[in-house]
């Protein structure tokens, strides 16, 4: 079983909806979250982290965290073109922070 | 500018030679890692180093040897290389360890 699973992709939404991005892990005693976003051949950028469960917004992005189904996800409300990349999950695993495969969202103008 | 910054940018080279990627963070930060990205574009922790001190050492061939001179500067050299070497090196670094981590532009290492 994988530690941190995404759906790869793609993931297709329309300009101007909501792209929903979801996120399964497998370490229940993770206690910090993380979601990245990397644009083609360049490096992963933080755009959330999340520590307790509930949601955490800020601007556009919405992350969600249920620490009892352990299960993480990011909506990026009112979906631009320029958020076409690839969503990486991150999750506290032990000492080291454990990355998900990524989903690929295309946003299509 | 604060960042993370990594040379070379691209690295090409034959098998069998010796590399070494250099990284500094002018972030202040007191963690330091490496991941290596393959081509299905999986990120994976290599090593990380805490206020110069080795704390994490995955399951990685010892033909890759960290080092850290000071909290600010971890460079990766990587004796013998093989054609499965060649991928995407990101170094990054995080203050307080594990926490939000920042990651440098990357090196595209291609074994010939």
């Known amino acids: 079983q994988k530690e941190v699973e995404q759906n790869s992709g793609p993931l297709s939404v329309p300009e101007g909806a909501i792209a929903s991005l979801n996120c399964t892990y497998s370490d229940r005693g993770s206690q910090s979250f993380f979601w990245y976003r990397q644009y083609s051949g360049k490096s992963p950028e933080l755009i959330m982290s999340?520590?307790?469960?509930g949601d955490k917004e800020d601007g556009r992005f919405t992350a969600q965290l249920n620490k009892a189904s352990q299960y993480v996800s990011l909506l990026i409300r009112d979906s631009q073109p320029s958020d076409s990349a690839t969503y990486l999950c991150a999750v506290k695993g032990g000492n080291k922070l454990v990355f998900g495969a990524g989903t690929i969202l295309r946003v299509k103008s | 500018d604060t960042a993370v910054s990594q040379t070379p940018k691209y690295l090409v080279t034959q098998m069998g030679n010796d590399k070494s990627i250099k990284c500094e963070q002018n972030l202040g930060h007191d963690t330091m890692y490496w991941y290596k990205q393959d081509s299905k574009k999986f990120l994976k922790i290599m090593f990380s180093?805490?206020?110069?001190?080795?704390?994490i050492n995955e399951t990685v061939p010892n033909r890759f040897s960290p080092k850290s001179p000071d909290k600010a500067h971890l460079n990766l050299h990587i004796n013998s290389l093989e054609l499965g070497d060649s991928a995407v090196y990101f170094c990054?670094?995080?203050?307080?360890?594990?926490?939000?981590?920042?990651f440098g532009p990357g090196t595209r290492l291609t074994v010939l």
């Open positions: 180093y805490n206020n110069k001190e080795l704390i």
């Open positions: 999340i520590y307790s469960n």
């Open positions: 990054a670094s995080s203050q307080a360890r594990y926490n939000e981590q920042f």
